[in-house]
């Protein structure tokens, strides 16, 4: 019997358990490896710190999903891979073998350069662990008013930053709490269109919430950050949301990675040197395209790497996969509304977030299994 282990239950494997469950393949073990029981949607978690859901509402249940892929579910930490002897190597001491083997780890926030970052902010990855620190900072809120700074002005930071915002200020009982977001771009989310770019800063203007834009931060403290050209900005709490890092142990499997240390793959999803393995999300870097890393982007990778998969375990040719130019963004503003943009094109309001909620509820759906 063949061994396919997916390592990491992020956006792409949880479509791959899904379809493997629809369409079971005969002789072969399916082993997801995962910290965690339940994976968090990206797309969700602004609405979860808003306020606007539940945390059952953004998780999907990965120890249901494994049951109705007929797969084994092990609780535990890849930490090291053998790709020659084809064995992953796990924190709880577990050794397994695979003969196709598929990485979905996602990636972690690049604090480590910046003095005090790891020890005085909160990063929002790993999520759970960044849910339980929210969760403190509300009863924090409750007893003095705060002042919460979210490092980064990328998508995360800016939706991070309106919807933490929103909840403290809806929230009974809360003292009146400042945020302020600070990056060391010269304008938040740089990567899209001006008129969406200037959707979210009036966002954030209307809230009150305040923009450091064009200064990196180069030191964090207990008392707040020092930018770079000297300027101290008091904090209570300091989130940390600046981008994407890739796990520092991928350097030693001996696998291709790229100038940041993601796994290298091609066309088919595929390692660009230990053909029969895989990698798609965060951690992938693909060798012929350019291609954001996003929950979007994750997502859109799961069929065909579930197609994929089949193949490698058959010995069959592969497929090849071409991302999609340009995706649809939605980005909420706390307040239960929301900015799309496609392209040049941007709009904000009310009916945007209800079409934005109508899509990741929609998406949720799809992951629930009957117990
Ligand atoms: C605040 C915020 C909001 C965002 N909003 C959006 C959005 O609206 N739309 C969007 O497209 N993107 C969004 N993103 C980006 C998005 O979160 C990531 O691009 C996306 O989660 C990547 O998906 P993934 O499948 O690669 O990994 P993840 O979703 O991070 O999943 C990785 C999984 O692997 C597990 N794992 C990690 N390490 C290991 C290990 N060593 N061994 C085994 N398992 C492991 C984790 O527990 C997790 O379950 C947002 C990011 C932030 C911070």
């Not at 895989?278 to 929950?295: E, I, L, M, N």
């Not at 909420?332 to 079409?355: K, L, M």
Request: net charge neutral.
């Amino acid at each position: 019997m063949k061994r396919l282990v997916l390592a990491g239950g992020g956006h792409s494997h949880v479509e791959v358990l899904r379809r493997f469950g629809d369409e079971p393949m005969a002789d072969i073990e399916v082993v997801l490896v995962s910290p965690a029981a339940d994976t968090t949607y990206s797309g969700m978690l602004p609405g979860l710190v808003a306020g606007h859901y539940s945390w059952r509402d953004c998780h999907i249940d990965l120890d249901a999903l494994t049951r109705h892929a007929g797969a084994k579910f092990r609780q535990t930490c890849v930490t090291g891979i053998d790709p020659v002897q084809r064995h992953i190597i796990c924190d709880s001491g577990l050794v397994l073998d695979w003969d196709v083997l598929s990485l979905d780890i996602g990636s972690v926030p690049p604090c480590g350069g910046v003095s005090g970052a790891t020890q005085f902010g909160v990063a929002v990855k790993p999520v759970d662990r960044f849910l339980a620190a929210w969760d403190g900072i509300l009863e924090r809120a409750g007893v003095d008013p705060l002042r919460l700074v979210v490092v980064g002005g990328g998508a995360g930071g800016v939706e991070l930053g309106l919807a933490m915002h929103h909840r403290l200020a809806s929230t009974p009982g809360v003292r009146p709490c400042d945020v302020t977001l600070v990056t060391q771009a010269e304008t938040i989310v740089p990567e899209m269109a001006a008129g969406a770019r200037r959707r979210l800063r009036a966002a954030l203007s209307h809230h009150g919430i305040g923009l450091i834009a064009g200064i990196a931060v180069c030191a964090v403290d207990a008392e707040g950050l020092t930018l770079s050209n000297g300027a101290r900005v008091p904090a209570d709490v300091v989130v940390w949301t600046t981008g994407a890092a890739a796990p520092l142990w991928l350097r030693d499997t001996g696998l291709a990675l790229d100038k940041g240390g993601f796994v290298e793959v091609d066309e088919f999803l595929q390692s660009a040197s230990h053909p029969g393995v895989f990698a798609t999300g965060d951690v992938a870097a693909h060798r012929d395209a350019r291609v954001p890393k996003s929950g979007v982007y994750a997502v859109r990778q799961g069929p065909p790497l579930a197609a994929n998969l089949r193949l490698a375990l058959e010995a069959q040719p592969l497929r090849p996969w071409q991302p999609q130019r340009r995706t649809l963004a939605l980005l909420s503003t706390g307040d239960a509304r929301a900015v799309a943009a496609w392209g040049g094109w941007s709009a904000e309001g009310s009916w945007v977030w209800r079409w934005k909620n109508h899509i990741d509820t929609r998406f949720m759906r799809r992951y629930r299994m009957a117990p």
